[in-house]
């Protein structure tokens, strides 16, 4: 049967593409997920020790789920067999299924590797599950969906989910440097291609192998060649040009550790306080086009929606965190439309930074009193000794009162009546000003009848 035999291609097959030619053979060429397979980590040892259970490789496209299924059939001594949910049929399922539970009998142990597992339907799936219950089979299944959702609930609890992560451009980088010099990818060439473009090219990526990689290809392949004077090789040039018209985007990117990192946040920041929604997508444009994480950005805006927008339109900080979950959720390049309207809606919000204010003033006061006692009164008492200790006396319940509001001071005696809120005038704001400053009258008027 075919489906036993797909990972048997040769990798100096040079008709292949340089992703698949460059494939990690073992732990050692394998590049990222050190949380997973570093020296001394959990599925590293089951690797190494060839005692694999059934698990889930759960991570986005290019990170090395079907790489470690891979080098988990180079090195165990069990039937390594894949199924593809586009060919593989109930009944074939089954026939293979049978084979490795009489496999079994004999000692002989079956990995069954299923990628992009979330592919599968219900029935597909069901047809695996009596196998890896009563062990006829070990199950790798990869995907890039939440398995909570895509994988049926009794298979999944019968795997370990290992999660992998996307790869960092470190990662990336050590892999374009390794591919240059290696003969699987261009080493019995003369590339030569600068840490600029190294760095735009892994950036580039955004964290997925395989695009990196037939990037470079492209990259390769279309640029200027030229005859060193001195033997007369032929020498590959790969130059920021090359970068720029195989990936049809102009190179802008930056040290993101640098200043110009934190200037065009700071121009996004800035234009959304000004209220500019036309500047803020515009630098939005030039961090994301340059390779910005996307997350770092959403961070950012969620942290604008509080300090600048503020109770003047609580919504904002709701589609805020919205844009960011959304951004960790599908990334880019299809959440730049979700950071476009949370920065847009940042922009034209009302403003207020009341909350920045309020939070500022506080944090003063409570470096500048840490000791200050918990009023008695407001204190939790579960125990019989802190009740003889007057732990909650004088507590009043505000549910219980016709106000709902308890004429009781929560804050330390030395701060007694301090005003951190100071609500302003913008959007919602107002009625929030109106129902603090009908609070604090009443608290006036009660205390002062005492």
């Known amino acids: 049967m075919d489906q036993i035999s797909i990972f048997e291609t040769s990798n100096n097959n040079s008709s292949q593409p340089l992703a698949a030619r460059m494939r990690p053979r073992t732990l050692g060429e394998y590049v990222g997920q050190q949380h997973l397979v570093g020296k001394g980590k959990v599925l590293r040892n089951l690797i190494e020790r060839d005692n694999v259970s059934s698990m889930i490789f759960w991570g986005p496209p290019g990170v090395g789920k079907t790489t470690l299924a891979q080098i988990i059939a180079a090195s165990t001594d069990a039937q390594f067999i894949t199924f593809s949910a586009v060919t593989s049929g109930i009944k074939e399922i089954r026939?293979?299924?049978?084979?490795?539970?009489?496999?079994?009998?004999?000692?002989?142990?079956?990995?069954?590797?299923?990628?992009?597992?979330?592919?599968?339907?219900?029935?597909?799936?069901?047809?695996?599950?009596?196998?890896?219950?009563?062990g006829s089979i070990i199950l790798i299944g990869a995907t890039t969906e939440n398995p909570s959702f895509e994988v049926n609930g009794a298979l999944l609890s019968r795997c370990k989910v290992f999660v992998l992560h996307q790869l960092s451009e470190e990662d990336i980088a050590e892999l374009i440097r390794r591919t240059i010099k290696d003969t699987r990818g261009f080493g019995d060439q003369d590339v030569r291609i600068s840490?600029?473009?190294?760095?735009?090219?892994?950036?580039?990526?955004?964290?997925?192998?395989?695009?990196?990689?037939?990037?470079?290809?492209?990259?390769?392949?279309?640029?200027?060649?030229?005859?060193?004077?001195?033997?007369?090789?032929?020498?590959?040039?790969?130059?920021t040009e090359d970068f720029e018209q195989c990936?049809?985007?102009?190179?802008?990117?930056?040290?993101?550790?640098?200043?110009?990192?934190?200037?065009?946040?700071?121009?996004?920041?800035?234009?959304?306080?000004?209220?500019?929604?036309?500047?803020?997508?515009?630098?939005?444009?030039?961090?994301?086009?340059?390779?910005?994480?996307?997350?770092?950005?959403?961070?950012?805006?969620?942290?604008?929606?509080?300090?600048?927008?503020?109770?003047?339109?609580?919504?904002?900080?709701?589609?805020?965190?919205?844009?960011?979950?959304?951004?960790?959720?599908?990334?880019?390049?299809?959440?730049?439309?979700?950071?476009?309207?949370?920065?847009?809606y940042n922009a034209l919000a009302p403003k207020s930074n009341a909350m920045e204010v309020a939070y500022m003033q506080a944090a003063d006061d409570a470096n500048n009193n840490m000791a200050e006692p918990v009023p008695l009164h407001i204190r939790n008492a579960p125990t019989k000794l802190m009740k003889e200790l007057d732990y909650g006396k004088g507590y009043i319940y505000a549910h219980d009162t016709e106000d709902k509001i308890a004429d009781m001071e929560c804050l330390p005696d030395n701060l007694r009546g301090k005003q951190y809120y100071h609500p302003g005038d913008q959007g919602f704001e107002p009625r929030f000003r109106d129902r603090y400053e009908a609070i604090r009258k009443w608290r006036e008027e009660h205390r002062g009848n005492k």
């Open 195 to 239: 840490d600029d473009v190294i760095t735009a090219l892994s950036s580039f990526a955004n964290g997925d192998a395989r695009t990196a990689l037939s990037t470079l290809e492209m990259m390769v392949l279309n640029a200027e060649r030229s005859s060193d004077p001195s033997d007369g090789h032929e020498i590959i040039n790969v130059t």
């Open 95 to 134: 026939t293979v299924m049978q084979q490795a539970d009489r496999m079994t009998a004999i000692g002989a142990r079956t990995i069954v590797f299923i990628d992009e597992i979330h592919r599968f339907n219900k029935a597909q799936q069901d047809a695996f599950l009596p196998f890896v219950e009563k």
């Open 247 to 344: 990936t049809s985007r102009k190179s802008l990117l930056y040290d993101k550790q640098g200043e110009e990192h934190y200037n065009l946040i700071s121009a996004l920041h800035k234009s959304m306080r000004n209220s500019d929604a036309d500047a803020a997508v515009y630098w939005l444009a030039r961090m994301l086009e340059s390779g910005e994480d996307p997350m770092y950005i959403a961070r950012r805006v969620t942290r604008f929606a509080a300090e600048d927008v503020g109770l003047a339109d609580p919504r904002a900080l709701e589609l805020s965190v919205a844009a960011f979950q959304a951004c960790h959720l599908i990334g880019m390049p299809e959440c730049s439309v979700h950071l476009t309207e949370a920065v847009i």
